[in-house]
Nanobody, 117 residues
């Protein structure tokens, strides 16, 4: 059973950067499409980035970069030029379909990002 654990969130000033990590166990991440999502209080969850099983970056929000380290079974989300409206709980998720348009059936617990001065 695939398990995902996010880390790297925290408090950052506007204009700063953070790199979130999504470490997998129980299965090999490169068999899945991996997406990053976020949800702010009172708002719907939105996708911010996704990479398919083949490694194609299917979608990425401006200022964000998704990458994989297959040796570490980890996916990263590099976030630059952060703004207060980027504050949210960030989740990584995996789709066993291998494509970013598929259903994401494995989710991490989330990591909080707060952008504030």
């Amino acid at each position: 059973q695939l398990q995902l654990v996010e880390s790297g969130g925290g408090l950052v000033q506007p204009g700063g950067s953070l790199r979130l990590s999504c470490a997998a166990s129980g299965a090999t991440l490169n068999n899945y499409a991996i997406g990053w999502f976020r949800q702010a209080p009172g708002k719907e969850r939105e996708k911010v980035s996704c990479a398919s099983r083949r490694g194609n970056v299917d979608y990425v929000k401006d200022r964000f970069t998704i990458s994989r380290d297959n040796a570490k079974n980890t996916v990263y989300l590099q976030m630059n030029s952060l703004r207060p409206d980027d504050s949210a709980v960030y989740y990584c998720a995996a789709s066993s379909t291998g494509i970013c348009m598929g259903t994401f059936n494995y989710w991490g617990q989330g990591t909080q990002v707060i952008v504030s001065s």
